[in-house]
């Protein structure tokens, strides 16, 4: 129960040109635990969506087949389970208990049975709550657990996983691999899908490369795999482990300060805080979730007016204005001065291609638009961004987004950045790639500000680092 | 994580009516209010009113609680009165207050006064049983008492959820924008212009979220085609039946009160 049997399995969306998939010739036997690599583009996501059966025939073009235990994926849906990759948009009830009970109610299991078995779902993942607990109340490494819960208590001969710690701290991502670790028994063939291979490893006895061109790179057990594609991974982005990355030290002292904050804080999210930060260097930001990170962003990068304390910024960065704090600045002036880069790229996105959007910044600047054709065209290929000019930035991969974002904001060449956890669910290349790009522009004199819970990224570039602590008015 | 307010029932939820089902005590509110509609005078909302505030302890609702959730209802109240004595067409009867152009009359006052508590009669039933009621609850009895279709209500409940997060989403856009350069300074057109992007960005961040959503609904069997059983039992009894009685009874008595003493006015006719 729960074998897959892939055949030159291949599939194209409808209205898309390129195969999403293609050429993948897999068998994966009952009770393996099987770790899905690739580059980003490899189309790990949507093999795992054909495994659970939620790709209508009508919704694209196949090649080939795919199997579970002989049958077509979409007849065998009560044989697989799958838990996706953000917390918020998998829970459909208002307490925990309802949840797991959510998808019983859909298979139609008998009512006497229901409870005993969302009880059972529950200890399985070491849900630390009972079944009232309102699922608002959950962080999202328990919101991670009960979705997994949800989906055990459906007894699955497969279980898929679709990057379910991308979206969380650290400290939620250990949550989830752990119950994951604890809960999936040997009777339950498993897919796991996964940026961090060296927190993964310990769940999987196999690993599986899918190439981004189609078909498959690798296949083995870990050891033997990284030994022999580690290299051609790493370099294709994977998180190969045991490779780590040069740090990137300042190379020129510090210059002038550029801003400072004065026992700045916005009760009840963060507590009064006191930092500088000057020219040319990179100050990390850490604390655990809850401390107020991103909202400290925020104050710094002149979006939110501080509820205590103030933002000074120096002439080095505001000239005239250094006497008014940021938040008053109007926002074109503010754009060439503090460049904010927001958690989520989506947010970011104004237009509908991706060279207007680098546009926007210079224009709105007043510069002209042979200056501003000149930057854009500098930012694309300094980005790798000059094939996709004409995209749609909502069309974009997560690396991609990610980088259209931190080039938005140097558009405006502001000379202190802020950077909401600029790394989160990165492939290895764009990582490197962002270090590089940072370090370089700490080199060239600005200032740079991140929030982050990424300790190798806080290793490999900052020159220091504040610690918050969780603000805990209550 | 922020709540939504509307989500949190008021109530204590032991009270002996805050008990009954859920389609019960919408059934119960509906035909009273629709009673009432019947009516343009003041009497006979004076007497709903009276009667739901004396129901009131029957639901579990603290009188102090029912103010702070009514209060847009109130403001509407206020609303109403000051705008018929700036501007009512008719203004017979005894002239109480002469200031000028504004001219008070008995006449415009009673329209006011009826006006008011027609308003607040009719819509007091609903927001005691929202106050009363879980919406899990809500929507389990319309699945299983009303056969409401489970796409429907279990739809409805899980964009519920997603609702609290529209706000967020809302503030991010908006600093976004700004951090962008963008910004409408004192411009009219121009803030309309940002409002409608920004609207638009989070519309389409909303559809995105509600696909997800929809797709981990199926994932796990939502809508395949299996009969549904239910976790969570809802009954409709006999006591559930009589709540529903016993309010068209009660609307009855307040309009026959109208009637006899001769305030009645249909509001058709």
């Known amino acids: 129960m729960g074998a897959v049997e892939l055949r030159g399995f291949g599939w194209r ?10 050429g993948v010739d897999l068998r994966i036997e009952h009770g393996e635990r099987v770790l899905l690599l690739g580059p980003s583009g490899a189309g790990k996501s949507t093999l795992l969506a054909a495994l659970a059966g939620l790709l209508p025939e009508d919704s694209g073009e196949q090649k080939g087949t795919a199997e579970i235990d002989g049958l077509d994926p979409r007849k065998a849906r009560e044989r697989v389970g799958m838990v996706f990759q953000d917390p918020e948009t998998q829970l459909v009830m208002a307490r925990c208990g309802d949840d797991v009970a959510f998808g019983l109610e859909n298979r139609g299991v008998p009512a006497e049975e229901i409870w005993p078995r969302v009880d059972e779902a529950l200890r399985r993942v070491g849900f ?15 919101q991670q657990r009960l979705a997994l819960a949800g989906t055990l208590a459906l007894r699955p001969d497969l279980l898929l996983l679709d990057e379910p710690t991308a979206n969380l701290d650290p400290v939620g991502a250990t949550l989830v691999r752990e119950a994951v670790a604890g809960a999936v028994r040997g009777d339950t063939t498993l897919i796991l899908v996964e940026h961090r291979v060296a927190e993964a490893l310990p769940l999987v006895d196999r690993v599986v490369v899918l190439t981004p061109g189609g078909g498959v790179t690798a296949d083995g057990p870990p050891d033997a795999v990284f030994a022999a594609h580690g290299e051609a991974l790493a370099a294709a982005g994977v998180w190969v482990p045991g490779r ?12 002038d300060t550029l801003i400072t904050a004065e026992r700045l804080g916005l009760p009840p999210r963060l507590r009064p805080t006191d930092l500088t930060v000057r020219a040319g260097e990179a100050l990390a930001v850490l604390g655990p979730n809850g401390a107020g990170k991103s ?30 704090p940021p938040h008053r600045w109007r926002a074109p002036a503010l754009a060439t001065r503090i460049g904010s880069v927001f958690q989520d790229p989506e947010h970011q996105f104004v237009t509908r291609t991706v060279f207007d959007e680098l546009a926007l910044g210079p224009r709105r600047t007043g510069r002209s638009e042979a200056e501003t054709r000149s930057v854009v065209n500098d930012l694309l290929v300094r980005l790798r961004l000059d094939r996709l000019a004409g995209a749609n930035p909502y069309t974009l991969s997560g690396g991609e987004a990610r980088r259209l974002g931190v080039a938005t904001a140097l558009a405006t060449a502001p000379r202190l950045l802020v950077l909401d956890e600029p790394t989160f669910g990165q492939d290895r290349r764009t990582w490197l790639e962002l270090v590089e790009l940072l370090a370089g522009l700490r080199d060239a004199g600005h200032g740079i500000v991140t929030v982050t819970h990424d300790a190798e990224f806080v290793a490999s570039l900052a020159d220091r680092h504040v610690a918050l602590e969780r603000s805990g008015t209550r | 994580m922020t709540e939504s307010p509307l989500a949190a029932p008021i109530a204590e939820a032991g009270a002996p009516l805050a008990r009954r089902n859920p389609v019960a005590k919408l059934g119960a509110a509906l035909v009273f209010s629709l009673a009432l509609l019947a009516t343009v005078d003041p009497v006979a909302p004076a007497i709903a009113i009276a009667i739901e505030l004396a129901v009131l302890p029957l639901f579990g609702v603290r009188y102090r609680v029912l103010a702070r959730r009514a209060w847009p209802l109130l403001v509407g ?4 009165v000051v705008t018929l004595v700036l501007f009512a067409a008719e203004r017979d009867g005894a002239v109480l207050v002469d200031a000028g152009p504004v001219v008070v009359t008995t006449g415009v006052l009673m329209t006011a006064l009826g006006l008011v508590l027609r308003m607040l009669a009719v819509a007091l039933p609903g927001v005691i049983v929202f106050a009363t009621t879980d919406p899990t609850d809500l929507a389990d009895a319309l699945i299983q008492n009303v056969k409401t279709s489970p796409r429907f209500a279990i739809g409805a409940l899980a964009a519920f959820r997603l609702l609290p997060l529209l706000g967020m989403e809302w503030q991010m856009l908006t600093l976004a924008r700004r951090a962008r350069g963008v910004d409408a300074g004192r411009n009219p057109l121009a803030k309309l212009r940002l409002f409608a992007s920004t609207a638009f960005a989070l519309l389409v961040g909303a559809i995105r979220r509600g696909t997800r959503l929809a797709t981990a609904m199926d994932a796990r069997g939502f809508d395949a085609g299996t009969p549904r059983t239910v976790a969570r039992r809802q009954r409709f009894t006999a006591a559930d039946a009589a709540l529903i009685i016993v309010a068209g009874a009660l609307a009855g008595l307040a309009l026959t009160v109208s009637v006899l003493l001769g305030t009645f006015r249909p509001l058709i006719g």
């Not at chain 1, 509820?307 to 910024?313: C, E, N, S």
């Open chain 1, 128 to 142: 630390p709550y009972g079944r009232d607990r309102p699922t608002a109340a959950l962080s999202g490494g328990e």
């Open chain 1, 13 to 22: 969306h409808a209205g898309r040109k390129a195969w999403a998939v293609r």
């Open chain 1, 244 to 255: 780590p990355v040069q740090p990137r030290r300042a190379t020129a002292p510090t210059g």
């Open chain 1, 295 to 324: 909202t400290l962003a925020l104050l710094l990068g002149g979006l939110v007016k501080p509820g205590v304390g103030r933002v000074v910024a120096t002439s080095a960065l505001a000239g005239r204005d250094a006497g008014t």
């Open chain 2, 77 to 80: 109240a206020v609303g109403i």
